[in-house]
C-alpha cells in the first residue's frame, strides 16, 4: 500500500531532551516536506526537500533540523525542544519537486507535547 | 508574499444542507488550488483541486470553480452526509516559487448533525 509513515504517533517529552520523529515513503517521491498544525494557524512548513541531499527552510524552521541521506526517509529533529514545539507534526510527499499542480500525500500525523 | 483566507468555523449543519466554505488567495503568480480535508485522526487527503482559471475540481460531491477575477475558490456541496464531518483546508501552490510549497488557509470545521 502507498503511503507515508510517522512515528511515534504520540509523544510527551521534556524541555531540552533531544528527539527525533521519522518520516518514511515507500512511493519513491522526490520531494518531502515537514509541517506543523496548530489551532487557528492552519498548516506551516518547518522544512522542505527537493531530493536526496537537498533540503532547505520553510516558514517556521527555527529549533529544527531535517536530513535527506535515503530518498524514502526525511527525519525531523528537535535538538532542545520547548513548550511552544508542542503541536501536531506532519510529514508529505510528492512525486515531483518542482511540479506545482501535484498532490501531497500527508502521513497520519505525530502529536508532540513538549512540558 | 502568497496566502489564503478561508471563512472562520467553526460550521455546523444539518443533513442534507446546502454547503459552501469560502476561500480566496493571494498569490504572485498563477497558482494551483486545492482543497484537502481531515477526518478525525487522520492526516489529510486531497479532496480536489484546480490548475487554471475556469478549471472546476470536483470528487465526492464537492465542487470548487478556479475564479482568477475575484481570487477565490469556493468549496460548495448540494447535500452533505454526516460522514463528511472533518476539518477542510484551502490551499496554493505557487510556481513562481520553484519548488512545490502548499501554503495553508487556516481550516475550516464543519459537523453535520443527522
Known amino acids: 500500500e502507498a503511503q507515508v509513515t510517522q512515528n511515534p504517533r504520540y509523544l510527551i517529552t521534556v524541555t531540552g531532551k533531544k528527539l527525533t520523529v521519522t518520516c518514511s515513503q515507500n512511493m519513491n517521491h522526490e520531494y518531502m516536506s515537514w509541517y506543523r498544525q496548530d489551532p487557528g494557524l492552519g498548516l506551516r512548513q518547518i522544512y522542505y526537500s527537493m531530493n536526496v541531499e537537498v533540503t532547505d527552510k520553510g516558514d517556521v524552521p527555527e529549533g529544527y533540523k531535517v536530513s535527506r541521506k535515503e530518498k524514502r526517509n526525511f527525519p525531523l529533529i528537535l535538538e532542545s525542544p520547548s513548550p511552544n514545539q508542542t503541536s501536531l507534526y506532519f510529514c508529505?510527499?510528492?512525486?515531483?519537486?518542482?511540479?506545482?499542480?501535484?498532490?501531497?500525500?500527508f502521513g497520519p500525523g505525530t502529536r508532540l507535547t513538549v512540558l | 508574499g502568497n496566502s489564503v483566507t478561508q471563512m472562520e468555523g467553526p460550521v455546523t449543519l444539518s443533513e442534507e444542507a446546502f454547503l459552501t466554505i469560502n476561500c480566496t488567495y493571494t498569490a504572485t503568480g498563477y497558482p494551483s488550488l486545492f482543497w484537502y480535508v481531515q477526518y478525525p485522526g487522520e492526516g489529510l487527503q486531497l479532496l480536489l483541486k484546480a490548475t487554471k482559471a475556469d478549471d472546476k475540481g470536483s470528487n465526492k460531491g464537492f465542487e470548487a470553480t478556479y475564479r482568477k477575477e475575484t481570487t477565490s475558490f469556493h468549496l460548495e456541496k448540494g447535500s452533505v452526509q454526516v460522514s463528511d464531518s472533518a476539518v477542510y483546508f484551502c490551499a496554493l501552490s505557487d510556481p513562481v516559487q520553484g519548488a512545490q510549497k502548499l501554503v495553508f488557509g487556516q481550516g475550516t470545521r464543519l459537523t453535520i448533525n443527522p
Open positions: 508529505a510527499s510528492s512525486l515531483r519537486a518542482v511540479l506545482s499542480y501535484n498532490e501531497q500525500f
